[in-house]
């Protein structure tokens, strides 16, 4: 792969943003310069088969779920975590059944598990993480919790790596990309603390009967306008360089990722951004070996351009309200940003004018979970391993 060497970079206390570096061609020989990182197939290779990429569904189209497996490279540990019905239209079996047919066609590794399962709750209550559940004892809705149940099992099957992606995309080439940008993210990072967070070169919509290939989607370009707002507070110099605010598709290093915090609903890529900047910019964390190596947030523009299923104006909103109510009770955020914030939600209609946002809930990190005890539980035929 050939793509822009990382090159200017904001930096807060111990946290380090690169500014988007563009793929300039999947495939290529080795090419020196300074400008340039050539990064090979054998190295990518080798970040694959270390790496674990997680789908987070939730009644998605069975043939976008099918699409999106048949893309990810076979050196890769595939995790599907649901949340979708299973109660009169049983969505949850219908993708175990697409799940066992593709691993039995192509024998990739992979593994399912809805998040409503009894025996998942059980493992969380065992090993004393219960911030994840909700007041009936189940793991709570949201894509969050599907995310961390992700990452904890990609941690006990011993990978260094965890990437995301979502299951509503219509272009199986761009899930392929995705996974190899991260891979190449990786190669180019020098912290053991890392995350590779993608930004697409343009996003698709239908105007007029007309494809036309939009550079930036309506919520995404708002949350990150006033991620780059809170990081200009905390340095003092205003940004822009954070331009992948709601990256749905991002990827860290097992080391990052078991440290983090995480927020509900729609609010958690953000607040990846925002935890990081509150936890690593002043050295007041207890987490030494994290300042002493940094925190490095790569951001790379794919070649493939990124088209979803669009799921409407209440979405759209409550993504919204979602995203910038963590911004709004970060302990970094002041007051005028704060007002602006708060305009800009009753300008979209997401709040009422005399309503503030809600605090999101955040849950803890999962580094102290006891991963053998975990598992045992799991072992009850809760999770489908193929």
């Avoid at 090419?31 to 290779?45: F, K, M, N, V």
């Avoid at 860290?252 to 729609?266: D, N």
């Amino acid at each position: 792969m050939l793509i822009e060497a990382p090159r200017h970079a904001e930096i807060f206390g111990s946290v380090k943003i690169y500014d988007v570096q563009k793929v300039l061609k999947l495939e290529s020989k080795e090419i020196e310069g300074p400008l340039l990182r050539s990064i090979g197939r054998e190295q990518i290779e080798e970040v694959l088969e270390k790496l674990s990429i997680v789908i987070p569904i939730k009644n998605e189209k069975i043939k976008l779920l099918d699409g999106v497996l048949k893309a990810i490279p076979d050196a890769c540990q595939i995790i599907v975590v649901s949340n979708s019905s299973r109660t009169g239209h049983d969505v949850f079996r219908m993708e175990a059944d697409v799940i066992t047919h593709f691993h039995s066609l192509t024998k990739h590794p992979i593994c399912i598990i809805h998040q409503k399962d009894p025996g998942l709750a059980l493992a969380f209550k065992e090993v004393g993480y219960t911030s994840i559940l909700d007041e009936s004892g189940f793991v709570r809705d949201g894509k969050a919790e599907g995310m961390i149940t992700g990452t904890l099992l990609a941690k006990c099957l011993e990978k260094d790596f965890v990437g995301f992606i979502d299951a509503d995309n219509y272009i199986p080439g761009a899930v392929n990309e995705y996974v190899k940008d991260f891979a190449a993210g990786f190669c180019m990072s020098e912290s053991p603390y890392s995350m590779i967070r993608l930004h697409w070169k343009h996003k698709p919509k239908i105007v007029k009967s007309r494809l036309y290939f939009r550079k930036w989607g309506r919520v995404s370009e708002i949350t990150n306008k006033y991620l780059n707002f809170l990081l200009s507070n905390c340095t003092g110099f205003e940004t822009d360089i954070i331009k992948t605010g709601n990256a749905g598709e991002h990827a860290m290093t097992m080391e990052l990722a078991s440290i983090m915090c995480y927020s509900t609903g729609y609010s958690i890529e953000p607040y990846q951004l925002v935890y990081l900047l509150e936890e690593f910019g002043k050295g007041e964390t207890e987490c030494r070996d994290v300042v002493n190596s940094g925190v490095e947030i790569l951001q790379i523009e794919m070649l493939n351009p990124h088209l979803h299923e669009e799921k409407g104006e209440k979405h759209i909103k409550d993504m919204l309200l979602g995203l910038l109510s963590t911004i709004y009770h970060s302990k970094l955020c002041n007051e005028y940003l704060k007002s602006k914030i708060l305009e800009e939600l009753r300008t979209n209609n997401a709040i009422g004018q005399e309503q503030a946002p809600k605090k999101n809930l955040i849950i803890p990190p999962i580094k102290d979970i006891d991963i053998k005890k975990f598992i045992k539980v799991l072992e009850g035929g809760y999770i489908y391993p193929h």
